[in-house]
Antibody
């Protein structure tokens, strides 16, 4: 079965760090660009970051640039999002999704909730 | 602040046809980039509904259709059903913004 499974969400204090993971199965992970999208409570979808299949190309929304890092381990078919300097406005459900910038995201994980609060 | 604008809500009776607009600009839809549409039921992940402006993935009912013209795109739902009550988002690429992969503001479809 083709699926994505996120993990690593939780409650963190402002200024803290968190690392999200997204385990992929059933797809040729190493040649697939991957994307993180978030959704704040009661709000719409917001693109966060995208990484190329090789990991050589990374892209970030201005709202997270310099604080978040995207990476991947193709040997383990796993995508990561390292989040540093977290702010209250980063509180959201974070989804990983298959697909490059501007491409259709045909496969999504179930999401993991990140709450930034003291 | 999204660069793709959608109406906050649309509604219709079962069996009716509703359309959702997605208005962009010359740096995204108007530049020729594809538009994709997603359906999101409460508490679930988005589901791809339309890709490449007009194409339906396998399994998506034929009552969903997409179109694009100029700096706008539209999603139409014909023969509205109760299970279509959900949030809908458009998505495209933008070459002039901090957010390169841009989503629309979202539209809540209510089946009366």
């Amino acid at each position: 079965e083709v699926q994505l499974l996120e993990s690593g969400g939780g409650l963190v204090q402002p200024g803290g760090s968190l690392r999200l993971s997204c385990a992929a199965s059933g797809l040729t992970f190493s040649t697939t660009a991957m994307t993180w999208v978030r959704q704040a409570p009661g709000k719409g979808l917001e693109w966060v970051s995208t990484i190329s299949g090789s990991g050589g190309g990374t892209y970030f929304a201005d709202s997270v640039k310099g604080r978040f890092t995207i990476s991947r381990d193709n040997s383990r078919s796993t995508l990561f999002l390292q989040m540093n300097g977290l702010r209250a406005e980063d509180t959201a459900v974070y989804f990983c999704a298959k697909g490059a910038l501007g491409a259709a995201h045909g496969l999504w994980g179930q999401g993991t909730l990140v709450t930034v609060s003291s | 602040q999204s660069v793709l604008t959608q109406p906050p809500s649309v509604s219709g009776a079962p069996g009716q046809r509703v359309t959702i607009s997605c208005t962009g600009s010359s740096s995204n839809i108007g530049a020729g980039y594809d538009v994709h549409w997603y359906q999101q039921l409460p508490g679930t992940a988005p589901k791809l509904l339309i890709y490449g402006n007009t194409n339906r993935p396998s399994g998506v009912p034929g009552r969903f259709s997409g179109s694009k013209s100029g700096t706008s795109a539209s999603l139409a739902i014909s023969g509205l059903q109760a299970e279509d009550e959900a949030d809908y988002y458009c998505q495209s690429y933008d070459n002039n913004m901090s957010g390169l992969d841009v989503f629309g503001t979202g539209t809540k479809v209510t089946v009366l």
